[in-house]
């Protein structure tokens, strides 16, 4: 069962251009982290966000958590080929596990 | 060391051998994860150590993968009779908190 879904699962886009990625679940989520991820790499931690209707920003990245904390968003503005990459939420259940969605892969065109 | 290392970087095997991974969490973190990453997907939980409590087994996706891990240090994840569906990237993840993971850069597990 795949509780977390990504979407898009590809996005090819062109420098300076904005972006938005989503991440949604019927579950509840206690927090949700996305990750970064670059080719043989391990996920980079980018953000935890804990309340419900949190925002948070990391320079041109902005994260928000869904008021009911089952879904999330992430928006890059103008983004660089420095971006490029796998982008992956995670949500934490019990036990410390956390589940990941299936990713999103962006490329970003000089 | 600074972070987790894992070894292999690569490895390639034939159907039906055994292979071992092992994981070097940075040191003083008391969890541990495994996760499978296939081609373009996302991580697929395998287990969870945390210091001396029984793991949690939960992911393993068949009787064919074990892990250990002595203490809160060295983890190895073994696959036994290897198949061609067990190819993918194996991570390995510490943290101290609940919410921050650190992954090491994977091994990348070929089967012929």
């Known amino acids: 069962t795949q509780l977390l879904e990504q979407s898009p699962q590809f996005l090819s886009i062109q420098e300076g251009e904005n972006l938005t990625v989503y991440c949604n679940s019927s579950?509840?989520?206690?927090?949700l982290q996305w990750y970064r991820q670059e080719p043989g790499e391990g996920p980079v931690l980018l953000v935890t966000?804990?309340?419900?209707?949190e925002v948070k920003k990391l320079k041109r990245l902005t994260f928000q958590f869904g008021d009911a904390r089952k879904d999330s968003s992430l928006h890059i503005t103008a983004a660089q080929p420095g971006d490029t990459g796998l982008y992956l939420c995670?949500?934490?259940?019990?036990?410390?596990?956390?589940?990941f969605g299936e990713g999103t892969q962006l490329t970003v065109n000089p | 060391g600074a972070g987790v290392s894992q070894s292999p970087s690569n490895k390639v095997t034939e159907k039906g051998k055994d292979v071992e991974l092992r994981c070097d969490p940075i040191?003083?973190?008391?969890?541990l994860y495994w996760y499978r990453q296939r081609l373009g997907q996302g991580l697929e939980f395998l287990i969870y150590?945390?210091?001396?409590?029984?793991?949690?087994k939960s992911g393993l996706p068949s009787d064919r993968f074990s892990a250990e891990r002595t203490g809160e240090s060295v983890s190895t994840l073994t696959i036994q009779r290897t198949q061609q569906e067990d190819s993918a990237v194996y991570l390995c993840?510490?943290?101290?908190?609940?919410?921050?993971?650190?992954f090491g850069p994977g091994t990348r597990l070929t089967v012929l």
């Open positions: 579950s509840v989520f206690s927090s």
């Open positions: 040191s003083g973190h008391t969890a």
């Open positions: 995670a949500g934490e259940t019990s036990g410390s596990r956390l589940t």
């Open positions: 150590f945390q210091g001396n409590s029984a793991p949690d």
């Open positions: 993840a510490s943290s101290l908190s609940r919410r921050e993971q650190f």
């Open positions: 966000v804990v309340t419900g209707g």
